[in-house]
């Protein structure tokens, strides 16, 4: 059996964090996930990875390197642009929407501030993309 490829979350707040992997958890994923704490973190991980995750979980407010520019490099790297990412942000600013899907963001989905909107919202997304989307198969990535 192949093992399920994991989810990378690009987070610096730890509460956030561990709200995140719980609401995953609590949704029945089980991929394996990942945790970057900053921005050149996630850069380097996404760029190294084998196998790819199977989605970016993806902060935009992350200290050294913010998420946009990580949005960017990673479209921008022909391994990595067709990785699907996820823009899981507080920031509801138009400008950062607008800048995510011109950058190739997959989606953008604003952090509820009720904690069980934010379970069922992150239990949601992680289904989707771990277990729905049909990945593109690794070493197909042009």
């Not at 394996?32 to 991980?45: K, Y």
């Amino acid at each position: 059996m192949v093992s399920p490829r994991p989810i990378l979350l690009v987070e610096d707040n730890p509460d956030d964090e561990q709200l995140t992997i719980r609401a995953l958890r609590q949704g029945r994923v089980t991929n394996p996930i990942q945790v970057a704490r900053d921005g050149e973190e996630a850069l380097n991980t996404i760029l190294t990875a084998n196998p790819l995750p199977s989605v970016v979980l993806l902060d935009l407010k992350l200290p050294k390197i913010d998420g946009l520019e990580v949005l960017q490099r990673t479209r921008a790297n022909e391994r990595t642009r067709l990785l699907p990412v996820v823009v899981l942000t507080s920031s509801n600013e138009e400008r950062d929407i607008i800048e995510s899907y011109s950058l190739g963001a997959n989606s953008y989905v604003r952090k509820p501030v009720d904690f069980d909107q934010f379970t069922h919202a992150v239990a949601q997304l992680g289904l989707y993309w771990a277990l729905l989307n049909e990945p593109l198969p690794e070493g197909n990535h042009e």
